[in-house]
């Protein structure tokens, strides 16, 4: 006992007064009434609670902070009990027995609380505080506690097994901490235990099958762990369990049939784990439940039809698993259910008309299976019905008109079908709807001017359908719309320009459909427009000036229409653009000066217009500028210096425009360019070595133009070019031998300039190379045998050179070659037999040369040949009998 | 104790795919299905207009694909029906490669094909009857694969074939005597489970197969 001192000092002072026995007994009495009742006297059990109380208060990081358990005090002796102090609670023998120290921003560990120190204590409640450290094993101590809750702190470590001593224990909960490590099997012994939660924390490894003891339990909360293994079994005694919930473990193995026993359960989740296997039938004799969540599983197998007995079942979500089979129809009998998803899984069949008897149904989630058949039209009777989703499925038949009862649907998702017949007026009934989405689907008819009355309706997709006629103008009337969808369709007409009034909308997306008629200009008064995609379409008329009032716009596509007029150059106010297309149109006029305000504008495409003028500066401002297309149209001029600082450019096209510029100062080193095409313009001047400076250039096609020089050696450098094409120029020297070091070239193209010197056999290791023509120019020596190694070659054009010698005999190599000029040269010698190997040639000219021998005649098995030229040479002998030698003209022989 | 929301995800904003043209949506859905380890691919942007600057499509004057080139080029994966969506193709170059799976009908749809080489792959299945709607065609290579069953009798209606090779495969039945077929070097039927040529008026033509 601790009490002792305090008693000895009483009896030491009485010793010399023995003789009086009276005064001895009544000061015994005293001493022992004292010791029941006197609090006084009693102070050496608080002081040591009070003191152990204080002692950990002083461990606390904050405990500096006045405010924080200043009741906790022991400088007034009138409050030297903790009885009194905030949080603590005593018994009637002034022993505490509760300290309840919720939500008070307590910061520090376990370590300095003596809990030896309070033998009386049954109820410690320190949730939503901030206290972390280990949780210490000597809680095992408290014998008498009946409720513990640490949960909402920042606990580590491992769960003490000497928890398993706390055998009163009715209430267990650590939650929402850091605990990590196994579930000891010793949580087992709680034989008194009703209450565990230890979900959110890092605990893993297996569930005990210890667990199973707890018959007292009623709830039993371990999600948000990382446990793995199967459930055990043993949770199948567990008769008192009323809530029951493993979500968001890793869970593996199936669902133990066990649980079926597990009668008074009224919520059973196991969602997000790795369960495998079928759903047990057994759940089905779980007549008290309420909500069952298996989604997110493995499932597979059919549900059981045993399900339809769950009279009280409101919410089943059996989503994201591998479930097959149809949906039982008993599914029909579970007249609570309020939730029902099935959504993502590979069921198959019809939807069972039953599921009309779902009265109080408000979700029906059953997208992305491969249901068949149609929608029945008793889902009409589902009133209470808010969200419908149907989408990504095999549905076919029309929708049913029945489904404008619906009053309260708030989305209808039928996307992704096969429906269809025409959208009927009925839907411009569901006064709550949302979201409407039947896109996907092969609904045809017009769009009914019935769902301008859908006045809450913020999301309308009914692109990729077969719908025809014009937008009704009463889309104008759908005020809260923040996203219209109506592309990929067969509408015409013109565009309502009552969809001006749609001030919330964010995206219109009426591409890809046959609308004339020129662009609104009310469409410029949608000031919340981000995305507008009008393309492909047979749009005409003036691009309206008003559009540069969308401040908001991201991206503009105009393109593939027959608008006519100029580049309105209040595009230039359109600060958030960052894509801009409006090629294949009659755009006429200048480029804006003004588009270069567009500094957010990553792409700009303007090709195949009817632009004129020169290209301005100001495009060099577009620093964002990775994609610029401005090719077939008619400019004129130079490329402006300032494209020197178009350095973000990934491709860009100027190609067929009237350019003229010396190609060497005008462009400089654009370290991300993948494709470059100035075909068809005047570029003059040399091509500059610093091409050979853009690591990933892959097209580069400066072909006819008026570029003189030689081709650079270091182009060579550019490792990643897959299309060379420099022909039809006044370039002059050798090819570089450094050519053969492009092991991706698809295309090499240098025809028609005033090349000369003879080939190098590297050459020969361009292995990719699928097209190869250096006609017109004045190539000579001999072709180098290594181009027999070119075997993915499908067209070889080296006529009008200056080649001489035989033809190599290792060109039987190209078997793909379906096209080989060699004419106007001065190639020698007989025709090499092997050139009957080539199987895929169709078009043959050899004409033009000094070749001498007979005509072979294995020509006759070249049984693919179309056409063939071997005229003005100096070949003997008969003429192959073949089909293409019978068709050929007299002069071509 | 915490309710738990259950979130049912939605991937509802799909972005359209910004390209008008049918013939670069077909190419690009081939490339879905296959593996390109050496991203010959690389340069397929399917944002673009069309897909006429990709590297191994050829297109003609009008932006019509008429040559895809994809021969030795490392590709593993399967043919999709999207493939007959290529109506201007005239070249269909997929030879040695690792395609796996059927060869899918709808290139019986490539009406303006002249040569199809799909030979060293491993193409399962049947030969499709619809090939015999490649009027144009002039070589039809499949040599070296695993196709099975029958060469279908309709193929001698092809009257431009000139180049035909279905050796070393696991085709049955017996070989068609009819049109082009008269021409053809017994090497190219080589190497499979075929009767020999068919004996007109005596044996049915899908005979033991």
Redesign the interface.
Known sequence: MIIEPRLIFHYAMMSPNLKNNLVIFSLIFFILFCASNFPPVVSFYYMEEAHALLKWKTSLQNHNNGSLLSSWTLNNVTKTSPCAWVGIHCNRGGRVNSINLTSIGLKGMLHDFSFSSFPHMAYLDLWRNQLYGNIPPQIGNISRLKYLDLSYNSFSGTIPPQIGHLSYLKTLHLFENKLNGSIPYEVGRLCSLNYL?LYSNYLEDLIPPSLGNLSNLA?F?L?DNSLSGSIPGEIGNLRSLS?L?L?NNKLSGSIPPSLGNLSNLATL?L?ENSLSGSIPCEIGNLRSLSNL?L?NNKLSGSIPPSLGNLSNLATL?L?NNSLSGSIPGEIGNLSSLSNL?L?NNKLSGSIPPSLDNLSNLATL?LYNNSLSGSIPSEFGNLRSLSKL?LGYNKLSGSIPPSLGNLSNLATL?LYENSLSGSILGEIGNLRSLSDL?LSNNKLSGSIPPSLGNLSNLATL?L?ENSLFGSIPCEIGNLRSLSDL?L?NNKLSGSIPPSLGNLSNLATL?L??NSLSGSIPSEIGNLRSLSNL?L??NKLSGSIPPSLGNLSNLAAL?L??NSLSGSIPSEFGNLRSLSTL?L??NKLSGIIPHSLGNLTKLATL?IHNNLLSGSIPSEIGNLRSLFNLELNNNTLRGSIPLSFRNLTSLIRLRLDRNYLSSNISESFYIYPNL??I?LSHNNFYGEISSDWGRCPKL??LDFSVNNITGNIPPEIGHSSQL??LDLSSNHIVGEIPTELGKFNFL?KLILAQNQLSGQLSPKLGSLAQL?HLDLSSNRLNNSIPKSFGNL??L?YLNLSNNQFCRGIPIKLEELI?L?ELDLSYNFLREAIPSQICIL??L?NLNLSHNSLSGLIPSCFEKM??LLRIDISYNELQGPIPNSTTFRDAPIEAL | ?AP?S?I?S?F?FIS?A?S?NSEGNALHALRSRFKDPTNVLQ?WDPTL?NPC?W??VTCDSNNHVI?L?L??SNISGTLGPELGQLQHLQ?L?L?MNDISGKIPKELGNLKSL??M?MYQNKLEGEIPKSFANLKSL??LRLNNNKLTGSIPRELTTLSDL??FDVSNNGLCGTIPVDGPFR?FPMESFENNKLNGPELQGLVPYDFGC
């Open positions: 939660a709830t909360y999600y809530d919930e979500s989740y969602y969540a989604n979500y989503y998803a959504n989630y989703s998702y989405e997709y692109h969808e592309s997306y591409y890809d995609a393309y492909n596509y393109y593939e297309t090629g294949y495409y993948t494709f095409d892959g097209t897959g299309v698809i699928e075997v993915k499908h793909h379906s199987q895929s169709e049984r693919g | 104790m738990i259950l049912l939605f509802l359209p910004l008008t340069s207009v600057t590297f191994h040559r080139d021969g030795n070249y170059e030879y002249v040569s080489d002039k070589f000139k180049v021409s």
